[in-house]
T-cell receptor, first 110, second 112 residues
Framework: KNEVEQSPQNLTAQEGEFITINCSYS?????LHWLQQHPGGGIVSLFM???GKKKHGRLIATINIQEKHSSLHITASHPRDSAVYIC????????????FGKGTLLTVNP | DADVTQTPRNRITKTGKRIMLECSQT?????MYWYRQDPGLGLRLIYY???????NKGEISDGYSVSRQAQAKFSLSLESAIPNQTALYFC???????????FGEGSRLTVL
């Protein structure tokens, strides 16, 4: 069974700080997703990656397949970045079932 | 309008009642999913469908059933709701080509 561990579980930052959220998994994967969930809101897909690094605005996601580890970075954090960030992995196969981490609650204070 | 729409957004019901949560999408995706989210737990897959004639159980399908009425519509039913089915339910879609997921806004269900 593929386990997905995120750290930290909770993170509080001041506006402008550089944020890193980590995700580790236990078996080989074909893809990893980073999702964002605002309080009371729906879930938005931020990134899907299988190697290297992707960037979108102030968000950067990296993955190290050999070390079974991914990081989500937020540069120049802003209060509107406050949300739960969820890592999910696809262990491969044709059925595309995902295993989800429990999420990291990020609070960015002004 | 949202690409993935769930109805109802909130529902309070009593034990033993039949409940249906509906999901419709305008993205033209072939794959649709129902997930359940509970506090302190990750999202868990209830059912998934890769096309209208393909329905598969997820990791927690007991007590639930689904119907894929059309490529754009995927409904989740609780035949006889029980309190431990109180949760936030999400519908999601994806296209086989990219695998990127698109989620609905969620349906909060409370079973008393």
């Amino acid at each position: 069974k593929n386990e997905v561990e995120q750290s930290p579980q909770n993170l509080t930052a001041q506006e402008g700080e550089f944020i890193t959220i980590n995700c580790s998994y236990s078996v080989g994967i074909s893809a990893l997703h980073w999702l964002q969930q605002h309080p009371g809101g729906g879930i938005v897909s931020l990134f899907m990656l299988s190697s290297g690094k992707k960037k979108h605005g102030r968000l950067i996601a990296t993955i190290n397949i050999q070390e079974k580890h991914s990081s989500l970075h937020i540069t120049a954090s802003h209060p509107r970045d406050s949300a739960v960030y969820i890592c999910a992995v696809n262990s491969g196969g044709s059925n595309y079932k995902l295993t989800f981490g429990k999420g990291t609650l990020l609070t960015v204070n002004p | 309008d949202a690409d993935v729409t769930q109805t109802p957004r909130n529902r309070i019901t009593k034990t033993g009642k039949r409940i249906m949560l509906e999901c419709s999408q305008t993205k033209g995706h072939d794959r649709m999913y129902w997930y359940r989210q509970d506090p302190g737990l990750g999202l868990r897959l209830i059912y998934y469908s890769f096309d209208v004639k393909d329905i598969n159980k997820g990791e927690i399908s007991d007590g639930y059933s689904v119907s894929r009425q059309a490529q754009a519509k995927f409904s989740l039913s609780l035949e006889s709701a029980i309190p431990n089915q109180t949760a936030l339910y999400f519908c999601a879609t994806s296209w086989a080509g990219t695998g990127e997921l698109f989620f609905g806004e969620g349906s909060r269900l409370t079973v008393l």
